[in-house]
Nanobody
């Protein structure tokens, strides 16, 4: 059974940083495609960053140059380093996994989801 558990969210001021983590279990983590998504109140869930099993990554335009996705296959953990945070980054952040569809920022391409961790950025 695939399980994803996010942590690291919190409240920061604009310009600050946070690092999110996603602990994965129940499957061969190193072979899976992983992604971070976020959903603000009243908005659709959107893709933030995705990473393939070989480490290649893609980012949404809104976070390029500020966010970095990475994975530690030995620890079965996915990370999202978020720098220069803005109030518009405020959202619930979700970790997602899929065994086949890699490098995608489309929500429908992921089969497994965590419960989310809240990020709040104040101006």
């Amino acid at each position: 059974q695939v399980a994803l558990v996010e942590s690291g969210g919190g409240s920061v001021q604009s310009g600050g940083s946070l690092r999110l983590s996603c602990a994965a279990s129940g499957y061969t983590y190193s072979s899976y495609c992983m992604g971070w998504f976020r959903q603000a109140p009243g908005k659709e869930r959107e893709g933030v960053a995705a990473i393939r099993s070989d480490g290649r990554s893609v980012y949404a335009d809104s976070v390029k140059g500020r966010f970095t996705i990475s994975r530690d296959n030995a620890k079965n953990t996915l990370y999202l380093q978020m720098n220069s945070l803005k109030p518009e980054d405020t959202a619930m952040y979700y970790c997602a996994a899929d065994p086949y569809r890699c490098g995608s920022l489309l929500r429908e391409n992921y089969n497994y989801w965590g419960q989310g961790t809240q990020v709040t950025v104040s101006s």
